[in-house]
């Protein structure tokens, strides 16, 4: 059947971060006719919303329940990977630390062939998206949509954390995303007022009351409806019922690293022996569909503390009492901190300028698996996780039934300097954790613990422990080779169009976390679509030389 609405101008498919930017910006023009398509659900749970929470979004109706293939380099292992279902996507169930990348990382995408998307290209993106209460001038925004915040509630042993980095040898940082990364200090979160700041609370809230923008939830899409070699439209599922939506200017594919290949390749745009061989006939031979997926692979270590409360103590419902009254009055307290508090990004040999590991603190275990007996339940967590992985896996279809889940397969630790900065970085952890500042909060470390003390003692645990860090890209990968699947103007290669404004556009990860990022994303594809330019920032001698965003 068809959509009740019918035509609309622009179709973008995927209700997450890139979605809903791009969605409120294209609406913004009130003659153009703008659908946006989610699978999943509103962001009605209540979870969604309190900063706290977020542990409890990360599982359950709120995400795709996809496994990862068995990783060879990992002895086999199948683990879960979390990726958002329900609108406004991962920014409405991650930790909202806000992290740009730095410089370099852009820089690095223009010489690729990725014209237009160096540095000085992207940061008035990144300033326009921002609406930041601290900082200001030429790194940062104050009046964009998306709310960046200080923490409301900081755990004292976070503060501790970011003493003991700097007892270790790391410069204080008060700002990872100005003009150095290098150094520790406390994040800046995607937060207003207490409240997560998510890209459909940031960019739709105002928007969906425009009578040009339609939002439709629950609508999966199955296909592209390509015509002449043009999108025309897209074939999504309410239930089990088929409908069928035009678009009379550009279908936009938004869906992530996961969902994007995988709609094209459905929809016979990607490898054509791949397609072939699920009955799929081939529109437009992509052979870099699907292919360059990585992702920020993250290995933790586990501490008991004693002499003060992790945010552990809340898991008893008697304890959440004063803090839910606390937070219900005003506004601040443990419901409305991000537990993901302190952070730090330092090379994996200090001898080179630039950054190769982040490293996340975490006031409490209720995030990552224990898999140790001997955790006392009053506990606390560093991540740590390679900016830069070279090991390269792909997302291929398994069946040409569209709700049938693609295989996944990231290919962790395929390459050895994968392998060796991640033992590293569990190293240089460790050393943090023995600082003064911190140590004398801890009576013992449990993961990987003291049995792990050789080099093959440390790479077996990380092969064993490691899981995704849930920064999928590149599946889609911008470029002017043959393995690129959308040009700089992210136009998918052989269709008209039809474009891809998400992370899978990414030739290489950033480095960090990528929700800011792949906001910036869609705010520059909006603009193309609308035929506007933005003026770079200052000449690269005067910013994109810095180590910092």
């Known amino acids: 059947m068809t959509d009740r609405d019918s035509t609309y101008d622009y179709i973008v498919?995927?209700?997450?971060?890139?979605?809903?930017?791009?969605?409120?910006?294209?609406?913004?023009?009130?003659?153009?006719?703008?659908?946006?398509?989610?699978?999943?659900?509103?962001?009605?749970?209540?979870?969604?919303?309190?900063?706290?929470?977020?542990?409890?979004?990360?599982?359950?109706?709120?995400?795709?329940?996809?496994?990862?293939?068995?990783?060879?380099?990992?002895?086999?292992?199948?683990?879960?990977?979390?990726?958002?279902?329900?609108?406004?996507?991962?920014?409405?169930?991650?930790?909202?630390?806000?992290?740009?990348?730095?410089?370099?990382?852009?820089?690095?995408?223009?010489?690729?062939?990725?014209?237009?998307?160096?540095?000085?290209?992207?940061?008035?993106?990144?300033?326009?998206?921002?609406?930041?209460?601290?900082?200001?001038?030429?790194?940062?925004?104050?009046?964009?949509?998306?709310?960046?915040?200080?923490?409301?509630?900081?755990?004292?042993?976070?503060?501790?954390?970011?003493?003991?980095?700097?007892?270790?040898?790391?410069?204080?940082?008060?700002?990872?995303?100005?003009?150095?990364?290098?150094?520790?200090?406390?994040?800046?979160?995607?937060?207003?007022?207490?409240?997560?700041?998510?890209?459909?609370?940031?960019?739709?809230?105002?928007?969906?009351?425009?009578?040009?923008?339609?939002?439709?939830?629950?609508?999966?899409?199955?296909?592209?409806?390509?015509?002449?070699?043009r999108a025309t439209g897209v074939e999504y599922s309410v239930g089990s019922r088929p409908v069928v939506a035009r678009a009379d200017r550009e279908v936009v594919l938004a869906s992530g690293a996961i969902g994007s290949p995988k709609l094209l390749m459905l929809s016979g745009i990607g490898p054509a022996g791949h397609l072939a061989s699920h009955g799929i006939r081939s529109l437009a031979d992509l052979p870099g569909v699907g292919q360059n997926l990585h992702d920020h692979l993250d290995i933790f270590m586990m501490y008991n503390v004693k002499g003060l409360e992790t945010y552990d103590v809340y898991k008893s419902v008697y304890r959440q009492i004063w803090p839910a009254l606390q937070y219900a009055l005003f506004r601040n307290g443990p419901i409305s901190a991000t537990v993901v508090e302190g952070g730090a990004f330092w090379p994996a040999d200090e001898n080179v300028d630039s950054t190769e590991i982040q490293f996340h603190f975490l006031a409490g275990t209720g995030i990552e698996a224990v898999t140790d007996s001997s955790s006392t339940g009053n506990g606390c967590t560093l991540n740590a996780y390679l900016l830069r992985p070279q090991s390269r896996g792909a997302v291929t279809l398994k069946s040409a039934d569209p709700g049938v889940a693609p295989a996944i397969d990231p290919n962790f630790l395929a390459e050895k300097s994968d392998l060796d900065y991640t033992v590293e970085s569990v190293r240089i952890g460790q050393e943090i954790m023995a600082q003064p500042a911190i140590a004398r909060f801890l009576s013992s470390e449990f993961m990987p613990g003291p049995q792990v003390n050789t080099r093959a003692a440390y790479e077996d645990y990380v092969r064993r422990e490691s899981r995704s860090g849930y920064h999928p890209a590149g599946t889609c990968r911008m470029g002017q080779d043959d393995m690129a699947v959308v040009d700089p103007q992210l136009r998918v290669r052989g269709i008209d169009g039809l474009r891809v404004a998400d992370a899978s556009v990414m030739p290489q990860l950033v480095s960090g976390n990528t929700n800011a990022p792949t906001i910036m994303i869609s705010e520059k594809a909006a603009d193309m679509l609308r035929g506007n330019r933005v003026a770079p920032a200052a000449p690269a001698g005067e910013r994109s030389g810095h180590a910092g965003r």
């Open 13 to 229: 498919v995927g209700g997450g971060s890139a979605g809903c930017t791009l969605a409120a910006r294209l609406s913004e023009d009130p003659a153009c006719r703008v659908l946006l398509l989610e699978a999943g659900a509103r962001d009605w749970n209540p979870y969604i919303h309190l900063p706290v929470c977020y542990y409890k979004t990360t599982k359950g109706s709120l995400t795709w329940e996809f496994d990862l293939s068995p990783q060879s380099h990992q002895g086999g292992i199948t683990p879960g990977f979390t990726q958002a279902r329900v609108l406004g996507g991962g920014s409405s169930i991650n930790a909202q630390v806000y992290i740009r990348g730095v410089a370099a990382d852009y820089d690095g995408w223009e010489k690729t062939g990725c014209t237009g998307w160096s540095y000085r290209d992207v940061l008035p993106y990144f300033r326009s998206a921002e609406s930041n209460e601290r900082f200001s001038g030429q790194y940062h925004g104050t009046d964009g949509p998306l709310a960046v915040s200080d923490q409301r509630h900081t755990h004292p042993l976070s503060k501790a954390f970011v003493q003991a980095c700097q007892e270790y040898g790391m410069p204080y940082n008060p700002d990872f995303n100005g003009e150095q990364q290098r150094g520790a200090g406390l994040y800046q979160v995607t937060n207003r007022n207490g409240r997560r700041c998510s890209a459909a609370v940031a960019y739709l809230s105002a928007a969906r009351k425009r009578p040009n923008l339609v939002i439709r939830t629950g609508a999966a899409a199955r296909r592209i409806v390509v015509e002449n070699g």
